[in-house]
């Protein structure tokens, strides 16, 4: 994709972030990100991860340098405004859920977002719906299930409908189901042109989900780039804690032994035909037979 | 012989409708490393409660049948006693780390149960040795990494000795190659007979998958399966179990479907490896 | 918080045993109360310094004492009010004492020492170990408040102005949250202690221990000597020079 200066909706420029107890979290960051991205951040535990997203919705305020959401510098902009542009999902849905009712909860998210009665009511009924919430309308959110509760935690953010969308580690403790919901929302967040920003340790899922990674360490950002490229250079990947996805090993694997494979093997549909017509070939069998 | 014993043992928490262990008859025997699987909600971390008498002791409900942990009834036994047999580690190390530093973490087991002083000292300094943890020794908990926190939490269940370590989701917080690493260490403390049985409860199959020598796979609250890991990950139980299935077990199950494979589905890295090298 | 929060050194201060801490902090106490009288409050004051600068405690104790500013303002315009300004002193350095002789304590015990001469005053097992197991938790919990606070701010929360009730009330979607997880954290950790023989014997041992050292004697003996005195001036005033009974005229 052409990446074009007015799709430019994220632009972080030396930013450095000092918390009150004096730990410096950001040293120097610089960032682009464009209009209707995905994006990753990946990163060992401390790298400054979530120090940096949580400038990008006013929680912090830069200490030096700048960031901007569009056309707006978060340090001249009010706070209401930023989390209406930029909706965070924490992994932790205990953090935030407190109403009464389930539906009270997705009320509580449209509270200062100046819906007139009758779109407030539109906007729940609809959240609930998208998210498979609607039968637990009027039940308390604190006997809902692991997963209910994470579905209506992302439903807490989905229904302020943010331009941009970043979920904090969403497949901690998820099966495959869970991060299937996940991998399923994102396409279609995608797909309605939202940006999407990722911090995860989950390298199966970005490779799968995500095609660009920034790889963060120690307040700083040290690689930027294609998923598939930045989770195969060994470097990288011990400087992050991070190792290769099992198709990036294997790929590497095949090249090792003089295969010749194309470059997009570290896909799933990809390995399998293309496996599929080495086997095959190797052992001289006829569609459909077994060796 | 068996560590523990379950026999036709089922429970429903006070609180919910449904029992959410049924009939379970499972034993766990020694020497070996188990992967306990299962979606979530599926019974895992209630299934590893009944094994220390966590349930019925800590969390009331309703009982069938039996859990003995080598001999001794669940029922009767308390937790804190059952401790010296069955280890617990927990997925978040933060709430398990209750001293202000390591050292003092890992005396804590050995003090409750009354270990003389330099036997105490003495377990202490090996399970800092095999952890590898030395240079953490006077750190407060909130001063390391979770990745850290993990090692200490092992460690300060190793000083109790025990024969069995139930691990619960230990590395979900952590990163991968953390995760890689507390992983090895257990294996490590399993192959050095420091404990005789170890069983992790696990999402991330891709790296767990190469160590585990059995598998128990839970569904709703049953044992669906419960065998050598292989066998186990062969089964079409396990492929459709809803767990996260590895890239590269999925690759040759799909292999297996088009009718170009045949054979028994690599669970590891190096038993792909393997399997392509042995058709060059 | 800062002020009471322990930071590991290994000064003079530090290896005192937690006792003979905790006897100063609980005479100066005391002496600050008996006194109204600005300079016998504020030798009191002095002499707590040898041992702030000993234990290298100045920049906390500033901090903690900068903390209080607050505090102090309203003292001083409460006490002018009702009092004399004079009296808004005393009570100053008062407060000033209390405070510092007992963060003097906790800065500079280890919370599990702390349990142990707790043990030793033969407080139950149990009690003391809860008291040390809330500090540690301290730190985890404030944490989490702060990531509480984060996410409902994301979902467009915003601390409102208004009267009392209508705070109070803006206060649930941050107090539900932090009494749900805090309960669920109580569980783990209980559970983890049950997972870690917690209670099951009666004869616990114990991996370190305190002792009164050389020192501390010396210390008690001076300390109480300071006491005694203090009481002594106390019921005879006429003991010290009487410019020490040297008032404001306001
Ligand atoms: N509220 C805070 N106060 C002080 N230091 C903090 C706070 N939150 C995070 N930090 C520190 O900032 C650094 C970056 O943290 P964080 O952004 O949470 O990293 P990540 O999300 O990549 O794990 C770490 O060293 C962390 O200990
Ligand atoms: N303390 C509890 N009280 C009531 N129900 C519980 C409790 N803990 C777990 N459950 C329920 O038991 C079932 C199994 O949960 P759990 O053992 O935690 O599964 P897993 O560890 O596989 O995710 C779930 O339906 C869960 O809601
Ligand atoms: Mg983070
Ligand atoms: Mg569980």
């Known amino acids: 994709m052409e990446k074009k200066l007015e799709d430019l909706q994220i632009l972080v420029n030396n930013l450095t972030y000092h918390y009150p107890d004096g730990t410096i979290a950001l040293k120097g960051v610089n960032l682009n990100i464009y209009s209707g991205e995905i994006v990753g951040i990946m990163g060992k535990n401390g790298a400054g991860k979530s120090t940096l997203i949580k400038t990008f919705n006013g929680l912090l305020k830069p200490t030096t340098g700048v960031v901007y959401i569009e056309n707006d510098e978060v340090n001249n902009v009010l706070m209401s405004k930023l989390t209406k542009k930029v909706g965070i999902v924490f992994q932790n849905p205990d953090l935030q859920l407190f109403a009464n009712t389930v539906e009270d909860e997705i009320r509580f998210s449209l509270k200062n977002l100046n819906f007139t009665k009758i779109e407030l009511e539109n906007q729940i009924s609809l959240t609930l719906e998208k998210f498979k919430l609607k039968k637990f309308q009027n039940r308390t959110p604190f006997t809902l299930s692991g997963g209910e509760k994470k579905r209506l935690a992302i439903a807490s953010i989905m229904c302020r409908n943010p331009e941009i969308i970043v979920f904090d580690e969403p497949t901690i403790g998820q099966d495959a189901e869970g991060v299937k919901f996940i991998r399923n929302l994102i396409k279609e967040k995608h797909s309605e042109g939202k940006t999407i920003i990722i911090v995860t340790h989950d390298i199966e899922f970005a490779i799968d989900n995500i095609p660009r990674t920034i790889l963060m360490a120690d307040g700083l950002i040290i690689a930027d780039g294609p998923t598939n490229k930045i989770l195969s250079q060994d470097q990288i990947l011990n400087i992050g804690y991070l190792i290769s996805p099992q198709l990036i090993i294997l790929s590497k694997f095949l090249i090792d032994l003089k295969i010749k494979v194309p470059e997009d093997v570290y896909i799933k549909e990809n390995m399998v035909q293309f496996l599929g017509s080495y086997f095959k070939d190797k052992m001289g069998i006829t569609e459909g037979g077994k060796p | 012989m068996n560590l523990i014993e379950f026999q036709n043992f089922c429970f429903r928490y006070d609180h919910s409708e449904d029992f959410v262990l049924k009939d379970i008859n499972i034993n766990i025997d020694s020497g070996k490393f188990i992967l306990m699987c299962g979606i979530t909600g599926s019974g895992k971390t209630s299934l590893v409660r009944a094994m220390n008498g966590l349930i019925p002791q800590f969390y009331h409900g309703e009982i069938k049948g039996n859990v003995l942990v080598k001999g001794k009834n669940t029922k009767n036994v308390p937790t804190s006693t059952l401790s010296r047999d069955v280890g617990l580690v927990f997925q978040n190390p933060e709430n398990q780390l209750i001293a202000m530093n390591v050292e003092r973490e890992i005396a804590f087991g050995p003090e409750n149960i009354g270990v003389p002083w330099d036997e105490m000292d003495s377990r202490i300094k090996e399970c800092i040795k095999i952890t590898d943890i030395e240079h953490l020794r006077k750190k407060a908990p909130f001063e390391i990494s979770g990745g850290e926190q993990q090692r200490v939490a092992i460690a300060s269940i190793l000083a109790l000795q025990p024969e069995i370590i139930i691990f619960d989701e230990p590395t979900s917080l952590l990163d991968p190659k953390s995760a890689i690493q507390i992983l090895n260490l257990l294996k490590k403390i399993l192959l050095e007979k420091k404990v005789s049985t170890i069983i992790v409860i696990e999402h991330r199959l891709d790296i767990v998958l190469p160590l585990a020598d059995e598998i128990i796979l839970v569904d709703k609250g049953r044992i669906l399966e419960q065998g050598e890991a292989h066998n186990v990950i062969n089964g079409e139980k396990f492929l459709n179990s809803g767990v996260n299935i590895p890239k590269c077990v999925s690759v040759f199950q799909q292999l297996m479907n088009q009718n170009i494979f045949s054979g028994k589905l690599p669970i590891s890295i190096e038993e792909t490896k393997n399997l392509i090298n042995s058709i060059k | ?250």
């Open chain 3, 1 to 250: 918080m800062e002020a009471f929060k322990f930071i590991q050194k290994k000064t003079i201060i530090h290896i005192l045993d937690p006792r003979t801490k905790l006897l100063l902090a609980i005479i100066y106490s005391i002496l600050a109360i008996i006194f109204e009288e600005i300079f016998i409050l504020f030798f009191v004051f002095l002499s707590l310094f040898p041992f702030i600068l000993a234990g290298q405690l100045f920049k906390k104790w500033i901090k903690s004492i900068r903390g209080m500013t607050f505090l102090f303002l309203l003292l001083i315009i409460f006490n002018t009010l009702f009092s004399t300004f004079s009296r808004s002193i005393s009570m100053i350095i008062r407060i000033m004492i209390m405070v510092s002789s007992f963060s003097l304590f906790f800065l500079t015990v280890h919370p599990d020492d702390l349990m142990l001469s707790l043990l030793s005053l033969k407080v139950p097992y149990n009690i003391a170990f809860s008291f040390s197991l809330s500090f540690r938790f301290v730190p985890t919990i404030a944490i989490e408040a702060q990531n509480i606070i984060d996410a409902q701010k994301s979902r467009g929360y915003e601390m409102e102005q208004g009267g009392l009730i209508s705070q109070a009330r803006n206060l649930i979607p941050l107090l539900i949250p932090l009494i749900v997880c805090s309960l669920k954290r109580a569980f783990h950790i209980a559970e983890s202690l049950d997972s870690r023989a917690f209670g099951s014997t009666k004869n616990r041992t114990y991996y370190y221990s305190i002792k009164y050292a050389k020192k501390d004697w010396l210390l008690t003996i001076i300390l109480i000597s300071l006491f005694i005195f203090g009481v002594i001036v106390k019921i005879f005033p006429e003991f010290l020079p009487t410019w020490f009974y040297w008032k404001l005229k306001v």
